[in-house]
């Protein structure tokens, strides 16, 4: 599996609530959020990793340098307007066969279980006929959630700004994609759609077969306070 993080967000608000270090640098547990995301990403059978950072964040590519991994590292510094226009950096940037293939994306700031994203992997590789698996959660963290609508069969039939009747889940910001998604994301940027719920909205728009997958918890860190929840959910 090739593995991408979007890590290219400016972390304003953590600032502004007196956490000096840059977001991907916080530490979790004794390690910093994105040296935990490698290595749970490392554990998963990976062929190669993608990471995207902002201009600004040189901590963040000085640490990413530093490491020795067991498989190439494909680092991306350029600032971007959106997490969808960051993710259009780093399909660029991904190997021929990850863009081809499938691969796994995520945020730098999504927090789960090391088991539970294992699991997830092993059932987006099995699956040979989904376009793509999206992680989804019926624990609602973020501040601006993005529904989950699904059919019997957890086939994607939307994504919703707003809850609506039968919809249980919200999106856990882990995307496993194949090559038609890299299509639509092409498709999507020549079209001028900005962000990555439109995006999604625009897989489906487009008849991909998306699968949800559910995850019991999945959490983000945006704020100072999360910090704390963060690090007794991953010990717990």
Same mark, same amino acid.
């Given at each position: 599996?090739?593995?991408?993080?979007?890590?290219?967000?400016?972390?304003?608000?953590?600032? !502004?609530?007196?956490?000096?270090?840059?977001?991907?640098?916080? #530490?979790?547990?004794?390690?910093?959020?994105?040296?935990?995301l490698?290595?749970?990403? #490392?554990?998963?059978?990976?062929?190669?990793?993608? =990471?995207? =950072?902002?201009?600004?964040?040189?901590?963040?590519?000085?640490?990413?340098?530093?490491?020795?991994?067991?498989?190439?590292?494909?680092?991306?510094?350029?600032?971007?307007?959106?997490?969808?226009?960051?993710?259009?950096?780093?399909?660029?940037?991904?190997? %021929?066969?990850? @863009?081809?293939?499938?691969?796994?994306?995520?945020?730098?700031?999504?927090?789960?279980? !090391?088991?539970?994203?294992?699991? &997830?992997?092993?059932?987006?590789? @099995?699956?040979?006929?989904?376009?793509?698996y #999206?992680?989804?959660?019926?624990?609602?963290?973020?501040?601006?959630?993005? &529904?989950?609508?699904?059919?019997?069969?957890?086939?994607?039939?939307?994504?919703?700004?707003?809850? %609506?009747?039968?919809?249980?889940?919200?999106?856990?910001?882990? &995307?496993?994609?194949?090559a038609p998604?890299?299509? =639509?994301?092409?498709?999507?940027?020549?079209?001028?759609?900005?962000? #990555?719920?439109? &995006? !999604?909205?625009?897989?489906?728009?487009a008849?991909?077969?998306?699968?949800?997958?559910?995850?019991?918890?999945i =959490?983000?860190?945006?704020? @100072?306070?999360?910090?704390?929840? @963060?690090?007794?959910?991953?010990?717990?």
């Amino acid at each position: 599996m090739n593995y991408a993080i979007i890590a290219a967000g400016e972390g304003s608000r953590l600032r !502004q609530e007196g956490v000096e270090l840059p977001k991907p640098l916080v #530490m979790l547990d004794g390690r910093p959020m994105i040296g935990r995301l490698i290595d749970i990403f #490392m554990s998963c059978n990976p062929e190669s990793l993608t =990471v995207i =950072v902002n201009e600004q964040m040189t901590e963040v590519a000085d640490y990413l340098r530093s490491l020795r991994l067991p498989v190439p590292l494909r680092l991306v510094v350029k600032s971007t307007p959106s997490s969808m226009h960051s993710f259009y950096e780093v399909s660029r940037a991904l190997p %021929a066969d990850a @863009a081809s293939g499938k691969f796994c994306l995520t945020t730098v700031d999504t927090i789960f279980r !090391q088991p539970d994203f294992m699991s &997830y992997i092993s059932a987006f590789e @099995a699956d040979s006929e989904a376009d793509g698996y #999206m992680a989804v959660t019926p624990f609602i963290d973020d501040e601006k959630p993005l &529904y989950v609508a699904t059919g019997t069969d957890m086939r994607i039939t939307g994504f919703l700004d707003a809850p %609506a009747d039968g919809v249980k889940y919200v999106s856990g910001g882990i &995307y496993g994609l194949t090559a038609p998604a890299i299509k =639509v994301l092409d498709d999507c940027m020549a079209r001028g759609v900005a962000r #990555m719920r439109n &995006y !999604q909205r625009a897989l489906v728009e487009a008849g991909l077969r998306l699968r949800a997958y559910p995850i019991e918890k999945i =959490v983000d860190v945006d704020h @100072a306070s999360d910090i704390p929840g @963060a690090e007794a959910f991953i010990r717990s």
